[in-house]
């Protein structure tokens, strides 16, 4: 019998972490619901990169929130891919939009917002902000609720 997880390579199975962002796997399942507008946010609050030219590792608080057409993307696919960030040194705007970007190419949602919340470099806060267009018409969407980055003020 066939399964909308056939395809699937890495769920269930041991599967190392890759050794970089370009390397890893994104693999995507077909939406149950393709007719049904609605939202899937995954959340990141432990994302590491390093400083492309320090070497120092960067922390951030990572939100995607899309709204699927045919496929969702898998989730533990997408944790290994985000986990391979932790040995890639990029500023923090080419992760971020990279990340969307990459999601985009491989899920083509019909709509796909990031928030890049990044923990201070040099005593500067940066956040990065993207998306893909505007929200579909009917669905909610929730704010992402980070708040801005307050130190011991």
Not at 9 to 24: C, F, H, N, V, Y
Not at 72 to 88: C, G, I, T
Not at 106 to 112: D, G, K, S, T
Not at 127 to 149: A, E, L
């Amino acid at each position: 019998m066939s399964s909308i997880y056939d395809n699937l390579t890495q769920l269930g199975a041991k599967t190392p972490l890759p050794d970089s962002p370009q390397e890893a796997v994104l693999e995507r399942v077909a939406n149950p619901h393709p007719d049904t507008p609605y939202a899937v946010r995954f959340v990141c609050p432990e994302f590491t990169s390093l400083c492309p030219l320090t070497g120092q590792p960067d922390f951030a608080h990572l939100v995607i929130d899309y709204v699927p057409n045919q496929w969702l993307v898998e989730s533990k696919s997408l944790k290994l891919y985000l986990h391979a960030f932790r040995n890639h040194g990029d500023f923090h705007e080419a992760c971020t939009v990279g990340i969307a970007k990459r999601l985009v190419t491989e899920i083509a949602p019909h709509w796909l917002r990031i928030g890049g919340y990044w923990y201070p470099r040099g005593g500067i806060p940066i956040d990065i902000f993207y998306q893909t267009g505007t929200i579909p018409t009917g669905v909610w969407i929730p704010d992402q609720d980070v708040p801005t980055y307050r130190g011991r003020g």
